[in-house]
């Protein structure tokens, strides 16, 4: 009989051969507009007409669930408790993060490692994403034990996002981040350059606050694609704390239009792949495989 972990690995394979497109959104540098990307692409993706889910896996931050104005929602169990149902904020969203398994938001976690990844694997396996065109993965900055966890239990992993600003501190990070993707041989499928400059709210003159093209000379240097760039915007925070949707509100703000195009360009160009998963246990034998019911690779030998 395969053991639990085993039996975690046949249900993360069952639940994400449903899911077409599994993206995840990285940064090397903290603040730089990772959780503001998947949210509002997840937000030009839906208004495209794509199914979408979302999961925060920033165990120490979730930002997610404000962003899309669903704080305080509760993880709730299917009817015969045998999976979790993911919050719907709205048709064709759904969002997991880990504040919804706290009875208090304010509450600090203290997880070591191992425990973040049993959580994100228990996210993967255990909550009924049901058919999705896109899972949207956010994660905190750097490159530690949940960019790992995605990296490695996600099944068919289309591939990562790398947010940055231009500034060279964070083009240097993200630097990093890109190495860390290719040592894992997970699919870089582009940068978005956040912040890029500042749309002056009198004269519309663009402002570069972090500076000009990081963004762009490191794609050209690394030899990975460049998604675009996405300006500061005043009142995209204020909106974004209040869980209104950006891109629907502010649709010809230059934001919305440079994440729109974004989101375009994603779809075009992240081809999706699933791979047949033929499970094969540690305990195999002839004497054991003779009652389990698994379908797995050592009972057809
Ligand atoms: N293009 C933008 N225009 C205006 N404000 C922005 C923009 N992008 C991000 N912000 C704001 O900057 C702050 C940081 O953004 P965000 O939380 O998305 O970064 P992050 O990379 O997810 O941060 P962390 O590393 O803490 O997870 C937020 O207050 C957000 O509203
Ligand atoms: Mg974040
Ligand atoms: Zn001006």
Known sequence: MPNENEIQEVNIHARMAKVDRKILIMSGKGGVGKSTVTVNLANALLSMGYTVGVLDTDIHGPNIPKMFGCEGAILQSNEDGTAMLPVCPREGLKVVSISFALNDPD????????????????????????????LLID??????????????????????????????????????????????????????????????????????VFGKDG??????????????????ELGLQQDEDMGINWIAENPDSESAKA?????????????????????SFSSCSPSSCASCTANCSSKKA
């Open 259 to 279: 994440f729109m195009k974004i989101a375009k360009h994603v779809h075009d160009t992240a081809e999706f792949k699933h791979t047949p998963y033929v499970p």
């Open 139 to 208: 994660s905190p900055p750097g490159t530690g034990d949940e960019q790992l966890a995605v990296c490695q239990s996600v099944p068919d992993l289309t591939g990562c996002i790398m947010v940055t600003t231009p500034q060279q501190v964070a083009i240097l990070d993200a630097k990093k981040s890109v190495n860390f993707a290719q040592q894992l041989n997970a699919k870089v499928l582009g940068l978005v350059e956040n912040m890029s400059y500042l749309v002056c709210p009198d004269c519309g003159r663009h402002i570069p």
């Open 215 to 232: 963004g762009k000379k490191l794609c050209k240097e690394m030899d990975i694609p460049f998604l675009g760039e996405v300006p500061m």
């Open 107 to 134: 509450q600090a976690i203290i997880f070591r490692g191992p425990m973040k990844l049993s959580v994100i694997n228990q996210f993967l396996a255990d909550v009924e994403w049901g058919t999705l065109d896109y």
